[in-house]
């Protein structure tokens, strides 16, 4: 279908779950796809022999565990990209949790403490080098909010990668006039290689544009690699005099090669398969949109124009309207980016039932926990959620486990 028909589509979501309807027209929730099935950590249906080359190369990399020689450190959080990224194949997640802190001053207005190595804690260090010690950080005691989150799975990014940064802004706008009180707001960050302000899409704070500098940033935030857009290592606890002790200080990934790979890896994984479905998740699927689930876990995407084709024009189904929403007390508290204390990327559903622990910091063992934790601008979908009977409760449950 065409881009445009689905931004329509998706503005009869937003109609319909204020109208406590159903939705006629495409199949909007995917639960009726056909075509090639994949698994987890599967390459994209379609590629050409040289796309599934660098797929398989970029998986490698990947894999690779980064070492001292290499540039590891001297303070990272792992020593390679799967430590986070495994379960339930390569590219999905670990459960593994960072750590970000920072101070909320009198005024409400957050501080990161830079200058003490803040916001991202890296909790390990490379140890002894000639002449130093380095040490794993440690949240400081200026710090009143600290705040845990979760490694995302990465299957299916290409996908969101390849979306237009207008049709995102489409969105917004249909959310600004249909349901103001929902509404997200567009994440307008730095695109470091292109010089441009972008559509921030990826990380729990929208704030890398594009996965080539999701990957770059990851490199050296999470194990300390550095590269061409990202040359300045991490001070450790903030005490950047102690870098004189580095024993790579030189520009780690010098050519950018091994960001690249990372990047191409995630390009081409594809989403997460999904589960056939039964006559109550049907019924579920309507619930999900007549509550008004889909206004911020908007069903489907469609890519832009790609020379690769197996994401050029592709309908796919996130979950998820990558906008920045007010999530009241189920905020982090940390200020990011274009992202303000209290503001959350729209969590993409795909792949859910696969996944450890839900919510930013993990909070939710269940989808029901998840549900009932919504605050700030989920929480009128929460409360109509609670307010359903038990059967159409469990139809809408049913329906996000074969997510």
Same mark, same amino acid.
């Given at each position: 279908?065409?881009?445009?028909?689905?931004?329509?589509?998706?503005?009869?979501?937003?109609?319909?779950?204020?109208?406590?309807?159903?939705?006629?027209?495409?199949?909007?929730?995917?639960?009726?796809?056909?075509?090639?099935?994949?698994?987890?950590?599967?390459?994209?249906?379609?590629?050409?022999?040289?796309?599934?080359?660098?797929?398989?190369?970029?998986?490698? /990399? %990947?894999? !690779?565990?980064?070492? #001292?020689?290499?540039? &590891? @450190? *001297? /303070? %990272?959080? !792992?020593?390679?990209? #799967?430590?986070?990224? &495994? @379960? *339930?194949?390569?590219?999905?997640?670990?459960?593994?949790?960072?750590?970000?802190?920072?101070?909320?001053?009198?005024?409400?207005?957050?501080?990161?403490?830079?200058?003490?190595?803040?916001?991202?804690?890296?909790?390990?260090?490379?140890?002894?080098?000639?002449?130093?010690?380095?040490?794993?950080?440690?949240?400081?005691?200026?710090?009143?909010?600290?705040?845990?989150?979760?490694?995302?799975?990465?299957?299916?990014?290409?996908?969101?990668?390849?979306?237009?940064?207008?049709?995102?802004?489409?969105?917004?706008?249909?959310?600004?006039?249909?349901?103001?009180?929902?509404?997200?707001?567009?994440?307008?960050?730095?695109?470091?290689?292109?010089?441009?302000?972008?559509?921030?899409?990826?990380?729990?704070?929208?704030?890398?544009?594009?996965?080539?500098?999701?990957?770059?940033?990851?490199?050296?935030?999470?194990?300390?690699?550095?590269?061409?857009?990202?040359?300045?290592?991490?001070?450790?606890?903030?005490?950047?005099?102690?870098?004189?002790?580095?024993?790579?200080?030189?520009?780690?990934?010098?050519?950018?090669?091994?960001?690249?790979?990372?990047?191409?890896?995630?390009?081409?994984?594809?989403?997460?398969?999904?589960?056939?479905?039964?006559?109550?998740?049907?019924?579920?699927?309507?619930?999900?949109?007549?509550?008004?689930?889909?206004?911020?876990?908007?069903?489907?995407?469609?890519?832009?124009?790609?020379?690769?084709?197996?994401?050029?024009?592709?309908?796919?189904?996130?979950?998820?309207?990558?906008?920045?929403?007010?999530?009241?007390?189920?905020?982090?508290?940390?200020?990011?980016?274009?992202?303000?204390?209290?503001?959350?990327?729209?969590?993409?559903?795909?792949?859910?039932?696969?996944?450890?622990?839900?919510?930013?910091?993990?909070?939710?063992?269940?989808?029901?926990?998840?549900?009932?934790?919504?605050?700030?601008?989920?929480?009128?979908?929460?409360?109509?959620?609670?307010?359903?009977?038990?059967?159409?409760?469990?139809?809408?449950?049913?329906?996000?486990?074969?997510?």
């Amino acid at each position: 279908m065409h881009r445009r028909s689905f931004v329509l589509a998706i503005g009869a979501v937003l109609l319909s779950s204020c109208a406590q309807g159903t939705l006629p027209g495409p199949d909007i929730l995917g639960e009726h796809q056909v075509g090639v099935r994949t698994a987890f950590g599967d390459p994209l249906p379609g590629l050409t022999t040289d796309e599934l080359a660098l797929f398989e190369a970029g998986r490698a /990399v %990947f894999q !690779e565990t980064e070492t #001292v020689e290499n540039g &590891l @450190g *001297p /303070v %990272f959080n !792992e020593a390679s990209c #799967v430590a986070c990224h &495994l @379960g *339930p194949a390569v590219g999905g997640s670990t459960g593994r949790f960072e750590t970000r802190f920072g101070r909320r001053n009198d005024s409400g207005a957050f501080d990161p403490l830079a200058a003490e190595g803040g916001s991202l804690l890296q909790d390990h260090a490379i140890g002894a080098v000639p002449g130093f010690t380095f040490l794993p950080e440690m949240v400081p005691a200026a710090a009143n909010v600290v705040a845990k989150r979760r490694t995302t799975p990465l299957f299916g990014l290409g996908l969101v990668d390849a979306t237009p940064d207008d049709e995102l802004r489409e969105i917004a706008a249909l959310q600004s006039r249909l349901a103001p009180d929902v509404a997200g707001t567009l994440a307008i960050v730095p695109d470091l290689f292109s010089g441009k302000p972008r559509v921030g899409k990826f990380g729990w704070k929208n704030q890398n544009p594009t996965l080539l500098q999701f990957s770059a940033d990851a490199y050296l935030n999470e194990m300390g690699i550095t590269s061409p857009k990202f040359p300045d290592e991490s001070c450790p606890q903030g005490r950047c005099e102690q870098l004189v002790y580095n024993p790579r200080p030189d520009l780690n990934d010098a050519d950018g090669a091994d960001v690249q790979a990372f990047a191409d890896f995630m390009s081409f994984l594809a989403p997460p398969p999904r589960m056939p479905p039964a006559p109550e998740s049907l019924i579920g699927g309507r619930v999900f949109l007549a509550i008004g689930c889909a206004v911020c876990h908007v069903p489907a995407l469609v890519t832009g124009p790609s020379a690769v084709r197996a994401l050029n024009r592709v309908v796919y189904h996130p979950f998820s309207d990558f906008l920045l929403h007010d999530m009241g007390s189920l905020g982090d508290g940390i200020a990011q980016g274009a992202a303000g204390p209290r503001q959350m990327r729209t969590a993409p559903l795909w792949g859910m039932r696969a996944a450890p622990s839900l919510l930013h910091d993990g909070r939710a063992a269940t989808p029901l926990q998840a549900i009932l934790a919504h605050d700030g601008q989920g929480r009128r979908a929460r409360n109509r959620f609670a307010s359903l009977d038990a059967k159409a409760r469990n139809a809408l449950l049913a329906f996000l486990d074969t997510l």
